[in-house]
C-alpha cells in the first residue's frame, strides 16, 4: 500500500511528467510561500482517507498489517498573482480540461494515461474542480483552482 506521502510524490510527478503546457513548479510538498507562478502543489484532501474499503482480513505487508485504503488529494493550481487576464485564463482552463487545443495534455487527462501513477496506488481519478477563481494560499490572493482526485491503495 502506498502511503499518503508516496501517493502525493506520485500525482505531482504524473502532472509534471505528462501535462502540456508544462506547468513549472509542481510540488508535492507545499510551501509556506509559492515560488513562482504558475505552479501545483499537492495536498490531501477532505476527507483524507476511509479506512476498510474492502470486506475481511487486512493485509500483511512488510510485517506490518496494511487495510485497504481510499486516499483523497487536492491539486491547487495557481496561475497568477491577483486577478486575471485572458491568456492566464486560457492556460488554466486548458490545465483543467476545459479548453482542448493541439497539444494539450489536462491535468485530468495526463492521471487517466497511467492511473496506477507509475504503480504506485491501485487507481487515481479526478473527481471535481471544487472552487476556480481568486484563491487564498497563505494570506495572498491568486487565480487559480483545486481539483479533486480520488486514489485507492491497497
Same mark, same amino acid.
Given at each position: 500500500m502506498?502511503? /499518503?506521502?508516496?501517493?502525493?510524490?506520485?500525482?505531482?510527478?504524473q502532472i509534471q511528467n505528462y *501535462?502540456? !503546457?508544462?506547468? @513549472?513548479?509542481? /510540488?508535492?510538498?507545499?510551501?509556506d510561500q509559492v515560488p513562482n507562478?504558475?505552479?501545483?502543489? *499537492?495536498? !490531501?484532501?477532505? @476527507?483524507?482517507?476511509?479506512y476498510g474499503i474492502t470486506l475481511g482480513e487486512a493485509g500483511?505487508?512488510?510485517g506490518r498489517m496494511m487495510a485497504a485504503t481510499e486516499f483523497n488529494l487536492?491539486?491547487?493550481?495557481?496561475?497568477?498573482?491577483g486577478s486575471t487576464i485572458e491568456r492566464v485564463q486560457t492556460n488554466l482552463d486548458s490545465w483543467?480540461?476545459?479548453?482542448?487545443?493541439?497539444?494539450?495534455?489536462?491535468?485530468?487527462?495526463a492521471v487517466a494515461l497511467d492511473p496506477?501513477?507509475?504503480m504506485a496506488v491501485d487507481y487515481c481519478e479526478a473527481s471535481i474542480v471544487s472552487s476556480y477563481g481568486p484563491?487564498?494560499?497563505?494570506?495572498?490572493?491568486?487565480?487559480?483552482?483545486?481539483?479533486?482526485f480520488s486514489l485507492s491503495c491497497q
Open positions: 502506498a502511503s /499518503l506521502v508516496e501517493a502525493r510524490n506520485a500525482l505531482a510527478a *501535462v502540456q !503546457p508544462v506547468i @513549472p513548479t509542481v /510540488l508535492s510538498d507545499p510551501m507562478v504558475p505552479a501545483a502543489m *499537492v495536498f !490531501p484532501g477532505k @476527507p483524507v482517507a476511509k500483511v505487508m512488510g487536492q491539486v491547487l493550481v495557481l496561475v497568477s498573482q483543467l480540461g476545459f479548453e482542448n487545443f493541439p497539444g494539450n495534455v489536462s491535468i485530468p487527462a496506477t501513477l507509475g484563491i487564498e494560499y497563505n494570506g495572498t490572493t491568486y487565480f487559480g483552482a483545486r481539483i479533486d
